[in-house]
């Protein structure tokens, strides 16, 4: 402690946002400049702070970073405890302690399991490497439930005495799928709490925070087993606490990036009460554990289809698209940069996206695809949650709705038997809707900006087809039998038989032709919005007789 009597204080300072001053005074009569700091228990508490928080904390992470920390804190020690408690029964399983067992025996489990982990690691990160960002707290929480099962089975091992090295060999691939997935989880949550690019600090302290607490969890294991032994009912607690306590940890994350499951939720709400909802709001509602299974597939559930982004054309074209129907659709959206292609029979909707697409473009091709899908469900009759009134009053995209259902241009005269949605949009319908979006897009991309969501980029699980534009030119007069192909020297035109495939591959260039790319000058569509049509407002009080 101390107490300033006299002197001027040439300097103030302090360390970030803590507590922690010195003050720099020069006393009366005194050339010199003498340092005042306060020894005090918080000098201590700011040394552990140091020790095993970012630097700068709290102003160099997220608000929700200590949240989250606490929670792993939490669970990283259950989980220590109970992977003491599994490895005792992993050794016996392997032999240790048993005289007839041979060393070579457990040798070669041990590196069979292994090399079961590093195929299942190969494996995982090849089928499942692009949905860790999209769904990285789902798979955070499935990360840690698997770890568990893996467990459980491994204590269950001296029950399996004959299969220990198939037992092993299992449990690896499952914990091989964990380390994939939990390492690629965590490096998102350090990236989403890092403010100042400071990745590299952030996921050093939580190594020091995961350290630290095996620490402590292993020497807890140990004096469980020194007293109670292997006892299930403390290993079956400790698992119970260990998937609490992760849940808590990834619902205590609030993402501002936007993925499927909070997308449709912002549309959903936007559609429904006119307001668009913070990150923070949305995260508290963003399904988790049972997202994307059986009837709680969300996109199917708020707008009647399964949304694909960035699909080949190659998956129309084996439906026998008409090409006519094709190049209609091509020009309703000639100034966008995606194209959406609705496949009403099957309740998928078809996100083609050209080369040029931006990320705000795809954005907006999904916000698209949602009410395009919607519209069509309209036309079906085929009744969804955003049809409805809201507190007795129909929200205006749900007149729009209305009104499309009871038009009859709206509708295609294209049917499709044994569907539960038979009938095609119009030509006429996509055009309007597109200047419907042309107008909503704007103003919802402004409010998401304001209200805190990073447009930046996203995380919409996105396929890598793209369409671009090409022009075919001949080369030269001759036909090549085996592309099935055939030039007409009249007009210079190349055509191909509608029996085969063309494998362009197979085919001589200096026999047939070559594609060139055609470049097409577009402008911003920026077409006010016109009003209704004359027939949604005759026909709008007027049901629709089928």
């Not at 609705?342 to 996206?353: H, I, N, S, T």
Request: net charge neutral; aromatic share 10%; with cysteine.
């Amino acid at each position: 402690m101390y107490t300033i009597h006299e002197g001027e204080i040439v300097f103030k300072e302090k360390y970030g946002s803590v507590a922690q001053t010195r003050l720099y005074v020069k006393p009366p009569e005194q050339e010199t400049i003498v340092t005042l700091e306060e020894q005090s228990v918080r000098d201590y508490i700011n040394f552990f702070k140091k020790l095993f928080l970012p630097q700068g904390y709290p102003d160099s992470v997220t608000n929700d970073y200590i949240t989250y920390q606490f929670w792993d804190t939490a669970q990283a020690f259950c989980s220590t405890i109970t992977g003491t408690l599994a490895t005792q029964e992993v050794l016996r399983g392997v032999g240790v302690g048993d005289t007839n067992a041979t060393p070579l025996a457990a040798t070669i489990t041990w590196v069979l399991k292994d090399a079961c982990g590093h195929l299942g690691r190969i494996m995982f990160a090849y089928s499942h490497g692009s949905y860790l960002d999209a769904y990285s707290k789902k798979w955070r929480l499935y990360a840690d439930t698997l770890n568990d099962a893996a467990m459980c089975i491994e204590v269950a091992l001296p029950w399996f005495k004959h299969f220990t090295t198939l037992v092993l060999c299992i449990t690896t691939i499952m914990k091989s799928i964990v380390g994939v997935a939990g390492g690629a989880t965590r490096a998102a949550m350090t990236q989403h709490h890092a403010l100042r690019g400071n990745m590299a600090d952030v996921s050093a302290k939580d190594s020091a925070q995961e350290t630290a607490v095996n620490l402590i969890g292993s020497l807890t294991a140990l004096l469980i087993i020194g007293m109670f032994g292997n006892s299930m009912v403390i290993f079956g607690t400790m698992i119970i606490l260990h998937i609490m306590f992760n849940y808590f940890a990834v619902r205590a994350v609030c993402l501002r990036t936007l993925n499927e499951p909070r997308f449709l939720q912002v549309i959903d709400v936007y559609l429904k009460e006119e307001m668009l909802l913070s990150p923070c709001e949305i995260n508290k509602n963003e399904p988790i554990v049972f997202y994307q299974m059986g009837t709680n597939i969300l996109d199917l559930k708020l707008c009647g289809f399964k949304i694909k982004t960035g699909m080949s054309m190659k998956t129309l074209m084996d439906q026998n698209v008409k090409a006519l129907y094709v190049k209609k659709i091509n020009e309703v959206y000639q100034y966008r940069e995606y194209v959406l292609f609705p496949d009403v029979a099957r309740r998928k909707m078809y996100v083609v996206l050209r080369e040029t697409a931006t990320i705000s473009d795809t954005l907006c091709a999904y916000f698209h695809a949602v009410l395009l899908s919607i519209v069509i469900c309209a036309i079906n009759d085929f009744p969804l949650a955003v049809h409805k009134p809201q507190n007795n009053i129909l929200k205006p995209f749900g007149e729009v709705c209305l009104a499309l259902q009871q038009a009859e241009w709206s509708r295609d005269e294209t049917r499709h038997q044994n569907a539960i949605l038979d009938q095609s949009p119009s030509i006429e319908l996509m055009v309007y809707l597109d200047k419907i979006v042309n107008q909503e897009w704007i103003q919802m991309k402004r409010g998401l900006l304001n209200i805190g969501w990073d447009l930046s980029k996203h995380l919409l699980v996105v396929d890598e087809w793209r369409i671009c534009t090409a022009r075919i030119v001949t080369r030269a007069i001759s036909v090549d039998k085996t592309a099935n192909a055939s030039l007409l020297p009249s007009s210079q035109v190349i055509t191909f038989s509608e029996s085969k495939n063309i494998n362009i591959a197979d085919i001589e260039e200096r026999d047939t032709y070559t594609i060139e790319p055609e470049t097409i000058e577009k402008s911003v569509n920026n077409t006010a919005l016109p009003n209704m049509p004359q027939e949604i407002v005759k026909e709008g009080s007027k049901p629709r007789s089928k």
